[in-house]
């Protein structure tokens, strides 16, 4: 939690508002560099784009936000040519107005640094920072992202305007914290690029014999007698290959990042923050190894066409709570809709609202969104705003006046708290980068494969981290593990410790078959894990149609892929065998479980339909002895709890059709509408925020 403050102190900021903000309003700038009240522990935002407007017309913007109660405006992270306007000619007044301006209605800054925008003048006179696509076509100026992310010479500019901006406003009370460039992406495939990759691999595999016998590059003949012969594959090459340059990429983003943290840092307060906006479920890097020098993590959660699916967007909201292990932001969201789907419809009516609160519940401690108002030409002009191009509120605009007010009324309830939960799905870049290269079934998608377990378990656990297959588990009765299809040596001991420490650790298909370089392992899967279970996967076999499996979930369907499992030790139980098929899978093992010590080890060779996969659920739920947070709720509701030293708070969200009644199992305080309940009426896309003592 960034947040650190007393409520006390919240409730003073809210009920003093117009007070504070006359008082600001005479403040000099020296003055006003030394006094600010604490943010509101749950801040709604949204990003702000000052450059693009006449200062004459931001007090209209910044009124408009304040009635809404929006406390943080996201600024600066396209600015570049506003900064930096010709070589070495830097322009930071406008920001330092802005940034004045803001907090005069009690808005706080989040300054993005503005490299995923280099000028026109840049990259025209050093045209090496412009990155090369994969067919060797070097980007253009126009639209952005047009960077080389490898580039020295750009690292060069980029860390000279971080620095400017940190030594201007590092200190500035009203800058909460940083963003450093926007959405990481898109790579580099120049041949200096690939030069920095060999001497990567030099680095990590020391000698050419190492790292052929670790790629078996006797394979095709594909043998490097020389470090400069090694090409750049990143879709169809030697597995070992593939995965090291997505680690590749992964360490020249984090150091592409540290180049900006480190000047920041060097030139910002402390109580500063530094984050940068991630993606969800976007697999273009390893999102563990950039995250680790963050004070934070933050996404941008678009639903794009159609409606809110809970599962996708709270899974992909516990994986970033997991890269830090603590709350986050959701730097951007839509207000309604987004402009880069197919069909860009709007989110229903109350269905902004419901997001909003299931951020919340997931962990966001801020909500922003993208944008306030349209710039009036740019590639964006039929993206969903706050207000429109005549500047007054769009429809949605009183929406998120409700959410302002809400979030106000239950920051004092929420600060502090945080998710926390007895069930834990681990997640691997490196599994879901193995099994996309080589998918064997064209639809054996690696993150629906997560959503398929996280859905049921979620419902019925009512809460879910999501961490790496290295991350401390103690704290956890149940570790599921789908397609952990790369299986280091430390995970392997991770999981092997778990369980033997009395945990219940379920692996899903595909699990245990690749070793650290994208290599086959020479056991058979789960490798090195096939002792601890007492059983292993004697063969692998991709579906066109489901085939049928029965057993003590219940009958039901293996849909995509089937594993035929055999058991080895005589206390291996077998939970579900498959019906009749493709003669190999007939009657053999479809799921095997054994008990070790304390412990669990639970091997699914199957992709489970719906209901069979609620059944599992449950099984897996209750044999761990894993306690739903609030207790059964009608289908559709969703349940977030909140967790604070001596309360915890319950976020119930409608996401079903028609009307639902929540029974509480005790007496709560109603923290929205105030008062005592034992239980919660909520329309479709209604929202409870219930708060109970320890
Ligand atoms: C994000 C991006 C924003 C804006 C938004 C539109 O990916 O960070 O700058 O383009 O998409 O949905």
Redesign the pocket.
């Known amino acids: 939690m960034i947040h650190t403050t007393q409520p006390k102190l919240h409730r003073l900021f809210h009920s003093c508002t117009t007070l504070s903000v006359a008082i600001l309003l005479l403040l000099t700038p020296a003055m006003a560099q030394t006094a600010a009240s604490p943010p509101p522990p749950i801040l709604l935002g949204t990003a702000w784009y000052p450059e693009q407007w006449p200062e004459s017309r931001w007090e209209a913007d910044l009124a408009l936000m304040q009635k809404a109660d929006i406390h943080m405006v996201r600024v600066g992270e396209f600015a570049w040519s506003r900064m930096e306007p010709s070589e070495g000619q830097y322009d930071f007044d406008w920001l330092e107005r802005a940034i004045a301006a803001a907090a005069r209605h009690g808005i706080y800054t989040v300054l993005g640094t503005p490299t995923a925008a280099p000028p026109a003048w840049l990259t025209q006179k050093y045209p090496e920072t412009l990155r090369v696509d994969e067919q060797g076509h070097r980007a253009e100026h126009g639209n952005r992202q047009q960077f080389n992310f490898a580039n020295p010479k750009y690292h060069e500019f980029a860390r000279d305007i971080a620095e400017r901006m940190a030594k201007r406003f590092g200190h500035n009370p009203y800058v909460l914290g940083w963003q450093i460039d926007?959405?990481y992406a898109e790579v580099s495939f120049d041949p200096a690029t690939r030069a920095q990759f060999q001497q990567w691999l030099k680095a990590r595999y020391d000698t050419l014999d190492n790292l052929n016998a670790r790629w078996t590059t006797a394979y095709w003949s594909q043998t490097y007698s020389d470090w400069s012969q090694i090409p750049i594959e990143s879709t169809y090459g030697n597995p070992g290959l593939l995965l090291n340059w997505m680690r590749f990429v992964s360490d020249t983003w984090r150091s592409y990042q540290k180049n900006q943290l480190e000047v920041i840092r060097a030139n910002a307060d402390a109580r500063q923050f530094i984050t940068t906006?991630m993606m969800g479920w976007f697999d273009g890097f390893d999102h563990y190894t950039v995250a680790q020098d963050l004070d934070l993590a933050a996404w941008?959660d678009?639903v794009g066409q159609g409606h809110l699916d809970p599962a996708k967007n709270g899974a992909a909201h516990d994986l970033t709570r997991g890269f830090k292990g603590k709350n986050f932001w959701v730097m951007?969201t839509?207000p309604g809709s987004?402009?880069?789907a197919d069909i860009n419809n709007s989110l229903d009516k109350g269905e902004v609202r419901a997001m909003a609160w299931h951020d919340v519940g997931h962990g966001a401690d801020t909500v922003s969104y993208?944008q306030w108002r349209s710039a009036l030409n740019g590639q964006?002009e039929y993206?969903g705003t706050l207000v429109g191009p005549d500047g007054t509120p769009v429809p949605l605009y009183s929406e998120v006046e409700q959410i302002g007010r809400e979030f106000a009324k239950a920051g004092p309830a929420l600060v502090g708290t945080t998710p926390n939960s007895e069930v834990a799905i681990l997640h691997s870049y490196d599994s879901r980068w193995a099994i996309n290269w080589q998918r064997h079934n064209k639809d054996y998608d690696p993150v629906k494969e997560i959503i398929s377990y996280y859905g049921p378990l979620r419902a019925i656990s009512q809460s879910i981290d999501i961490v790496a297959p290295t991350a401390s588990l103690s704290q956890y009765k149940l570790v599921v593990a789908p397609g952990l299809n790369v299986l280091s040596e430390a995970a392997a001991r991770n999981l092997i410790a778990y369980v033997r420490q009395g945990g219940h650790l379920v692996l899903g298909q595909r699990s245990g078959m690749k070793n650290n370089d994208n290599g086959l392992q020479t056991q058979r899967q789960p490798g090195p894990l096939v002792d601890l279970l007492g059983g292993r996967v004697e063969q692998y076999y991709a579906l066109v149609h489901p085939v049928p499996v029965e057993g003590g979930w219940g009958s039901g369907q293996d849909q995509l892929w089937a594993e035929l499992l055999s058991t080895k030790a005589a206390d291996v139980q077998v939970l579900e065998r498959y019906g009749k098929s493709n003669g190999w899978l007939d009657g053999q093992p479809a799921a095997i479980t054994r008990q070790v010590g304390k412990g669990r080890i639970t091997y699914i060779g199957i992709w489970p339909d719906d209901q069979l996969m609620s059944a599992a659920a449950k099984w897996m739920v209750e044999v761990s002895g894993v306690k739903p947070a609030l207790g059964p709720v009608p289908q559709g509701v969703e349940v977030d709890p909140r967790y604070g030293n001596h309360h915890t708070v319950f976020i119930l969200v409608n996401f079903s059709k028609s009307q639902q009644t929540v029974s509480l199992p005790s007496a709560m305080q109603d923290v929205l509408n105030g008062g005592s309940t034992n239980s919660v009426n909520l329309p479709a896309y209604g929202v409870g925020v219930l708060s109970q003592q320890h």
Do not use: A, I, S, T
Request: proline share 0%; charged share 30%; no cysteine.
């Open positions: 926007n959405e906006n941008d678009y951007e839509q987004v402009n880069w993208w964006e993206h």
